[in-house]
């Protein structure tokens, strides 16, 4: 009796042993997840970027092989330049407009708050003095002038956030070249990548055992389908979001209604912009500026797309990906609040790569 107890107590002690083991290897693991994503990742993001489009491209190339029977080398580089060229003509074509449009909006910030905002304040401050006018003068006095001190500093508010634009316009500016690096890399390696993808490819794969590659075979089967519902998801989140945009700003009597839902919906998608990074301003200008009704339908609009968005976005996400709507969400709202737009997405996706791996017996992590 005393000797089964005995065992049982080593059983025991080894179960806690063997728990904490596991503990520490999943949080070394972890450890090393988020060193790679926050250190190393930067460094060899241009590398990265430039073997996903040289796969993306593979395809094409091998079309334009086999139609034309041309040799793969020169096709593909051909491939990958018309690519870049195309990209870097839209890009230059869209951000064209978008700078003229940011720097009009600065421009013409201190005007409306000189034919706009500050009549509306001066009408509202007479409108209330005309109804505490027979308060006693010292507090009209006192009260003329906070409101003249308010007045000022609203449009020394309005000048320091327009200069404060400038200056977040001037430190894009310097970032420019950092950035002008990373997208020469990035162009260049597709080139060298694209050319001798298979060779690439198959030097990876020697480096790993036979399990290893085959795990490393199935990451890549599974991401490819997943990446695609990815898009294809939120691809659907943004048209619905468009679609109501366009209604409501219909609605409201906005001009142009479309191509702001577009920008609004575009917008959206970011996480550290979204909806509310366009609409709650507008609506609070229209406040300033007194219509009133147009401010509402703004805000009703907003709340509207916001609790749909959030409704909808769980679901469709964590339904294609095949993880429960609530995980979805946590992994997206942890993914977004410590790696921005990269964990917004990438953290979902992890999970159900996991997932993947775990339900076909691959790895194991959980029952």
Known sequence: MQSKTQEDAVEAQNSKKSFVINVLFYLLIGLIVIATLKFILP????????????????????????????????????????????????????????????????????VVYEEQIRPFLITTYTTIEQIIFNLN?????????????????I?????????GIVGFLSSIATSLPGLFVRTLLMVVSTFFIAVDFDSHTSFILRQFSPKGAKILISI?????????????????????????????????????PILIAMIIAAFDILPLFGTGGIMVPWVIFNLVIGSYGRALGLFILYVFVTIVRNMIEPKIVGGQLGIHPIVALMS???????????????????????????DEGIIKIFK
């Open 43 to 110: 460094l060899v993001s241009p590398f990265i970027m430039g073997f996903l489009i040289a796969y993306l491209l593979r395809k094409p190339t091998k079309s334009l092989v086999a139609s034309f029977k041309l040799p793969y080398k020169p096709v593909s580089a051909l491939v990958v330049l018309v690519f870049y060229v195309s990209i870097g003509f839209l890009i230059s074509l869209v951000g064209a407009n978008l700078v003229t449009m940011i720097a009009s909006a600065i421009i013409e910030l201190p």
């Open 332 to 358: 997206m709202f942890i993914g977004a609040t410590y790696f921005g737009f990269l964990g917004l997405f990438g953290f979902p996706i992890t999970l159900s790569l996991l997932k993947h791996l775990n």
């Open 155 to 163: 449009g020394e508010n309005i000048t320091n956030i327009s200069l």
């Open 220 to 256: 890549k089967n599974y991401l490819k389908d997943t990446l695609l519902v990815v898009f294809k998801s939120y691809g659907t989140i943004m048209f619905i979001t468009f679609c109501e945009l366009s209604a409501g700003l219909i609605l409201v009597d906005i001009p142009n």
């Open 137 to 153: 003068p010292t507090i009209r006095d006192v009260l003329y002038e906070n409101f003249q001190r308010f007045i000022g500093s």
